[in-house]
């Protein structure tokens, strides 16, 4: 079966990597992707296969059906690009001012059209239902694409019985495909923080309440939670990314904001921080004579791998690479991911598919979110067979 997935990608390589160019040279930001989707949605209907547009927003869904009933399984690509303006160099770059494809959603889109491609002509092979599903607004947090298209249906009709997806990854080589059980990113949330003081002239601090000092005692508060209250086998980030406060140079500030994320791993230690760092931040202001708001907004939840669906699809990546093709025991990022959505309510399996070219030290390979990042073109083939003999052993699921 291999070698027959193998032939077929050869054969449609030309038509994803095509693909994959038009979508880079035209970019969408989040919850504007009606190119790409009008694109995909063209693919799929070329392919004979049942189309559904404008789930969740500009969410393609295409179902195709094999030679008999049985399990279904569903595929998933993101499709927005980042405000990034690209200096790749490439002669495809994108030509939306400040817009990129930074983060490998135009990869992950052709590879998922091109495992389209390769599927639909296998129909005869395989019974049960395959859900190509080509999700909007990946970047969005803390609500993301996922929670819509889920709404609208998608997980349903017929019901998905497990799901696969992958993201290109720049610090694994091409050629390896990261794939671990269990957690495989962070529940990332937003924190932001109102320190309130009362304002004076400058030269009589004693006179007001200065929320410059008081901010600065919450935040330097805020991080003893992570070595203090946060135990040693768990783990958590919190990182306040701006600070703004103060008007003029002789004001005592009377109002100091902060914005930030925490990222946890632990349904249990992201209660524990969200509680901890409200009573923190309000306790040491109201200490020193202030007032602390704190607003923590839950965004995408940690992905979790299902044992035995990345059981299976690690079967797969061996059947792609040979046993030194999978990695399975790699760290856990910390970046937020919204398939986590999906596999909160299907048992799912998600892969780092390794993009770094050969000849590339990891130093220099440019990362994701970054003017210059390009995956290797090399990385997709692999991407491709993947996804399809990941999404034909997931119907077989456990039975050899």
Not at 89 to 107: F, I, R, Y
Not at 137 to 153: C, L, Q, V, W, Y
Not at 238 to 244: H, P
Not at 282 to 297: H, I, K, R
Request: glycine residues 12%.
């Amino acid at each position: 079966m291999i070698e027959l997935i193998a032939n077929l990608e050869e054969r449609f390589r030309e038509k994803y990597t095509f693909y994959r160019m038009e979508i880079h040279r035209n970019p969408e930001l989040s919850y504007h992707e009606e190119r790409t989707a009008s694109l995909v949605a063209d693919v799929l209907k070329g392919l004979g296969t049942e189309v559904h547009t404008g789930v969740g927003g500009h969410g393609v869904v295409g179902i195709l059906k094999g030679k008999g009933p049985g399990r279904c399984v569903g595929l998933r690509a993101d499709m927005d690009a980042l405000s990034i303006q690209e200096n790749t160099g490439l002669p495809w770059s994108s030509e939306n001012d400040g817009v990129m494809h930074a983060c490998g959603h135009d990869a992950h889109t052709a590879v998922l059209l091109g495992a389209a491609h390769v599927l639909s002509e296998m129909t005869d092979r395989f019974d049960g239902t395959i859900k190509f599903v080509f999700q909007p607004a990946e970047e969005n947090s803390p609500t993301g694409g996922a929670p819509f298209m889920i709404k609208d249906g998608v997980l349903d009709n017929p019901k998905v019985d497990a799901m696969l997806g992958l993201h290109v990854w720049p610090t694994l080589k091409t050629g390896i495909i990261g794939l671990q059980t269990g957690a495989v990113s962070a529940a990332s949330d937003r924190l932001g923080i109102v320190v309130h003081g009362k304002a004076c002239h400058a030269s009589m601090p004693d006179m007001g309440i200065d929320a410059v000092v008081v901010g600065s005692a919450v935040v330097m508060a805020l991080q003893t939670i992570l070595s203090r209250s946060v135990g040693a086998s768990d783990r958590a980030v919190l990182t306040l990314g701006t600070v703004k406060g103060g008007d003029r140079y002789n004001i005592v500030a009377d109002k100091v904001t902060y914005d930030g994320t925490v990222r946890t791993f632990d349904p249990t230690v992201r209660k524990t921080m969200e509680r901890l760092i409200k009573r923190t931040s309000e306790g040491v202001a109201q200490s020193l004579g202030g007032m602390a708001e704190v607003n923590y907004s839950h965004g995408y939840p940690s992905a979790m791998n299902d044992p035995e669906v990345t059981s299976v699809a690690q079967r797969a990546v061996v059947e792609v690479l040979g046993e030194k093709g999978l990695l399975s025991d790699l760290p856990v990022h910390p970046g937020g991911e919204d398939f986590a959505f999906f596999a909160e309510k299907v048992p799912s399996a998600f892969a780092w598919l390794g993009c770094c070219p050969e000849d590339v030290d990891f130093e220099d390979m440019p990362p994701l979110h970054n003017e210059k990042f390009l995956p290797d073109e090399r990385a997709l083939p692999i991407g491709v067979r993947f996804m399809v003999a990941g999404a034909l052993e997931m119907l077989k699921g456990e039975e050899r």
